[in-house]
T-cell receptor, first 116, second 107 residues
Framework: GAVVSQHPSRVICKSGTSVKIECRSL??????MFWYRQFPKKSLMLMAT?????????EQGVEKDKFLINHASLTLSTLTVTSAHPEDSSFYIC????????????FGQGTRLTVV | GQNIDQPTEMTATEGAIVQINCTYQ??????LFWYQQHAGEAPTFLSY????GLEEKGRFSSFLSRSKGYSYLLLKELQMKDSASYLC????????FGAGTTVTVRA
């Protein structure tokens, strides 16, 4: 099946710094990518939907200036957590779809962010 | 917007059958996904229903009724490794997930 690579898998950063998470589709063109956040024992919370070449659509309650999403190419989307604080510590996961009908969304491995 | 409802938890014994129901309300609809997620891992794809009816894939089957806004995932011949969260996700051109159903399989 198709592969989505998410990097880094784990990151620890100091409060106030910014962290960039990359999501790459390795063997297909991802017209749409989704970014999720997941707290322990909770379900995936959709943060935003990004389409290549256009601005991301954020879900209600998600701060656009806090979580910067860039989908500059058909194989790469990035999520930057700006001025991170301990409450931003979470598991972040991306998924990608080709845009073709009846195809699944492929998930990256996830990034465990810890802000200290 | 979306409204997705699944049971929170289910428990069953090895070898048994479990049916996880999902009801949804979405502004648009382009099929419904079921994913499996083990703790600390990314979700893995199980099934995708676009048309009404039952789709069978080995031990897992998924059913969809678009008019009722209803789907279920059927797990047969349960194995211990099937203990996981099962996520229902109607695709209305953005992919949101329900709270998920945690299935615990006991020996």
């Amino acid at each position: 099946g198709a592969v989505v690579s998410q990097h880094p898998s784990r990151v620890i950063c100091k409060s106030g710094t910014s962290v960039k998470i990359e999501c790459r589709s390795l063997d297909f063109q991802a017209t749409t990518m989704f970014w999720y956040r997941q707290f322990p024992k909770k379900s995936l919370m959709l943060m935003a939907t990004s389409n290549e070449g256009s601005k991301a659509t954020y879900e209600q309650g998600v701060e656009k200036d806090k979580f910067l999403i860039n989908h500059a190419s058909l194989t790469l989307s990035t999520l930057t957590v700006t001025s991170a604080h301990p409450e931003d510590s979470s598991f972040y996961i991306c998924s990608a779809m080709t845009g073709q009908a009846n195809t699944e969304a492929f998930f990256g491995q996830g990034t465990r962010l810890t802000v200290v | 917007g979306q409204n997705i409802d699944q049971p929170t938890e289910m428990t069953a014994t090895e070898g048994a059958i479990v049916q996880i129901n999902c009801t949804y309300q979405t502004s648009g609809f382009n099929g419904l996904f079921w994913y499996q997620q083990h703790a600390g891992e990314a979700p893995t794809f199980l099934s995708y229903n676009v048309l009404d009816g039952l789709e069978e894939k080995g031990r897992f089957s998924s059913f969809l009724s678009r008019s009722k806004g209803y789907s279920y995932l059927l797990l047969k011949e349960l194995q211990m490794k099937d203990s996981a969260s099962y996520l229902c996700a109607p695709n209305d051109y953005k992919l949101s997930f329900g709270a998920g159903t945690t299935v615990t399989v006991r020996a």
